[in-house]
C-alpha cells in the first residue's frame, strides 16, 4: 500500500519477465505479464477514482457556522452504490466520472432532507434499519461526504457512533482513553485529567488496566458512554448508544445526558426504543 500505483504497474510487468524468464516462454511472459500489470492498473485507476470522485461525486458540503451548538442541513442527498460485480461495477463507476450513464446503480438512502437544530435543542432521530439515521449522522460528524446538498456544523463535536468503536482491542481501558482522547484532538494532560472522572463514572476501577478484549458488552458500554460524556463538546451525536447495559448504568446515564442538556449543550441521538427517547 505504500508503492505508488504507477509504480506497482511498471514493477509487476518487470516481475513476471523476472519470474518466468524469456525464449520459446515469452508470449507466455507476455501475457501473464499484462494480467499482473492490469491488476496494477486497475489499483491505480481505483486510486485515480478515488480523488476525483471527491469532486466530482462529492458535491455535497460541509462547513461551519457562527453560533456554537448549530447543525443546518439543507437538500441532504446521500447514495451508496449497488455493486453485483465488485470489480466490473467498481470500473464503470470510473467510467461513470465521464459518462455519468455508464455509473452503477445507486440506493438513495437520504432524499434531499432540511432541518435545523438550534443551541441547546435535543433531536432524536427515529426511523426502521436502514432508514439511513446512522449516515445522517455521520454527515454531520464529518465522517462520510454527501452526495449533494450542504451541512452547516459549528462548535466542537463528540460522536458515539458505536459502541468500541476507535478502541483497540490490545490496549487497556487506560490506554484505550489516551488514545481516543488523542484521536479526538484533545491534549495529552487534558486527557489526563479527565480520566479519574472517566473511570469514577464507568465503574470499571478494578478492570481499567486490564485489555480491553477482556471487556464484556457492558462495560464496553460504560467505557464509551463515560468517555463520550466527559469530552468537552458544544454538540455530542449519540447512535444507539443506550442500547447495552443493567438498568443501573441506564439510569446514570440519562442522568448525566440531563445535566448535558441544562448545560446548554446540543444533543442529536438515534434510538430504536420510544421509551427511551421519552425519558
Known amino acids: 500500500n505504500n508503492v505508488s500505483p504507477l509504480s506497482f504497474v511498471i514493477n509487476s510487468w518487470y516481475a513476471a519477465i523476472d519470474v518466468y524468464g524469456t525464449g520459446s516462454q515469452f508470449p507466455w511472459v507476455l501475457l501473464i505479464g499484462a494480467v499482473v500489470a492490469l491488476a496494477g492498473?486497475?489499483?491505480?485507476?481505483?486510486?485515480?477514482?478515488?480523488?476525483?470522485?471527491k469532486v466530482l461525486y462529492g458535491r455535497g458540503r460541509i462547513c461551519s457556522m457562527s453560533i456554537p451548538g448549530t447543525i443546518d442541513v439543507k437538500d441532504l442527498v446521500v447514495e451508496y452504490p449497488l455493486y453485483q460485480?465488485?470489480?466490473?461495477?467498481?470500473?464503470?463507476?470510473?467510467?461513470?466520472?465521464?459518462?455519468?450513464?455508464?455509473?452503477?446503480?445507486?440506493?438513495?438512502v437520504l432524499n434531499r432532507i432540511s432541518f435545523s437544530i438550534q443551541p441547546g435543542e435535543t433531536v432524536a432521530l427515529i426511523g426502521r434499519n436502514g432508514a439511513g439515521k446512522t449516515s445522517l449522522l455521520k454527515v454531520i460528524s464529518g465522517l462520510?461526504?454527501?452526495?449533494?446538498?450542504n451541512v452547516q456544523v459549528n462548535g466542537q463535536l463528540m460522536a458515539l457512533l458505536a459502541m468500541g468503536i476507535g478502541f483497540r482491542p490490545a490496549f487497556t481501558g487506560r490506554e484505550n482513553l489516551v488514545y481516543c482522547g488523542l484521536l479526538l484532538g484533545l491534549e495529552k494532560q487534558q486527557i489526563l485529567e479527565l480520566i479519574p472522572g472517566i473511570i469514577q463514572f464507568s465503574e470499571l476501577e478494578t478492570s481499567i488496566d486490564q485489555p480491553f478484549f477482556t471487556y464484556s458488552s457492558g462495560m464496553k458500554a460504560r467505557l464509551a458512554f463515560a468517555l463520550a460524556a466527559a469530552v468537552p463538546a458544544d454538540i455530542v451525536i449519540l447512535?444507539?448508544?443506550?442500547?447495552?447495559?443493567?438498568?443501573?448504568?441506564?439510569?446514570?446515564?440519562?442522568?448525566?445526558?440531563?445535566?448535558?442538556?441544562?448545560?446548554g449543550k446540543t444533543i442529536v441521538m438515534v434510538s430504536h426504543q420510544l421509551g427511551e427517547i421519552a425519558r
Open 41 to 53: 492498473a486497475y489499483k491505480l485507476a481505483m486510486a485515480m477514482y478515488r480523488e476525483v470522485a
Open 85 to 108: 460485480h465488485v470489480i466490473w461495477d467498481r470500473f464503470r463507476a470510473l467510467i461513470g466520472i465521464v459518462f455519468p450513464s455508464c455509473r452503477p446503480p445507486v440506493r438513495r
Open 144 to 149: 462520510l461526504s454527501p452526495t449533494a446538498g
Open 239 to 263: 447512535d444507539e448508544t443506550l442500547a447495552v447495559g443493567d438498568s443501573k448504568f441506564v439510569t446514570k446515564c440519562y442522568r448525566r445526558l440531563r445535566e448535558i442538556e441544562k448545560s
